[in-house]
């Protein structure tokens, strides 16, 4: 069974530049998440989808952050315009639905905002 | 809101000790928590998951406790090697909602 697919890996760009960052979860995971990390921290939710629908977006920065999952399946995140304290790895995790407890991360994106 | 804190940040051994860290949560109203294995450059891996109504697990040379009531959990790593050497994250899962709250980490160093 293929993992959780993240791209681009590694990311550069000048601040108030855009960006975006795919994810494809593991086939048949209904919930699929956003997590930003920044550096010497734990990971902190941005996103949770719930098939297509979005089930918590409390704390992603709306004014500059937007995110999707139009079919269901894969997903993208947005930063527009990007700012410095943006520099973070943004993780994708997936879990087949709500009645599991493993969530299975992909590899993450690595923004770097100069 | 729930809060988890690691100690300690970093940490460095040498090879073949038997070591500790420690991972505490202010809500003690849990589904699970699990320890995660961070390398760089790299997203996370489960190492152990633990049930509210369990009290541990283990995989291995690693074995993980949890006691809700006191708001905290260990993972024991047993005999280190230098390919333990990684970020070890404690996250709790606050509701049924699935989402991980993290701890800051614990850098492992094990020097051969």
């Known amino acids: 069974e293929a993992g959780v697919a993240q791209s681009p890996r590694y990311k550069i760009i000048e601040k108030r530049q855009s960006v975006a960052f795919w994810c494809n979860p593991i086939?048949?995971?209904?919930?699929l998440y956003w997590y930003q990390q920044i550096l010497g921290q734990g990971p902190k939710l941005l996103i949770q989808?719930?098939?297509?629908?979005?089930?918590?977006d409390s704390q992603l920065p709306k004014d500059r952050f937007s995110a999707e999952r139009l079919k269901g399946v894969d997903s993208t995140l947005k930063i527009q315009p990007a700012k410095l304290e943006d520099s973070a790895v943004y993780l994708c995790?997936?879990?087949?639905?709500?009645?599991?407890?493993?969530?299975?991360f992909g590899p993450g994106t690595r923004l770097t905002v100069l | 809101k729930q809060e988890v804190t690691q100690i300690p940040a970093a940490l460095s051994v040498p090879e073949g000790e038997n070591l500790v860290l420690n991972c505490s949560f202010t809500?003690?109203?849990?589904?699970?928590l699990q320890w995660f294995r961070q390398d760089p450059g790299k997203g996370l891996t489960s190492l152990l998951l633990?049930?509210?109504?369990?009290r541990e697990q283990t995989s291995g040379r690693l074995n993980a406790s949890l006691d809700k009531s006191s708001g905290r959990s260990t993972l024991y790593i047993a005999a280190s090697q230098p390919g333990d050497s990684a970020t070890y994250l404690c996250?709790?899962?606050?509701?049924?909602?699935?989402?991980?709250?993290f701890g800051s980490g614990t850098q492992l160093t094990v020097l051969p």
């Open positions: 633990i049930q509210s109504s369990q």
């Open positions: 995790a997936s879990i087949r639905d709500l009645t599991y407890n493993e969530q299975f």
């Open positions: 809500d003690s109203a849990i589904y699970n």
């Open positions: 996250a709790v899962t606050p509701g049924s909602a699935r989402q991980l709250t």
């Open positions: 086939s048949g995971h209904a919930t």
């Open positions: 989808f719930q098939n297509n629908g979005v089930v918590d």
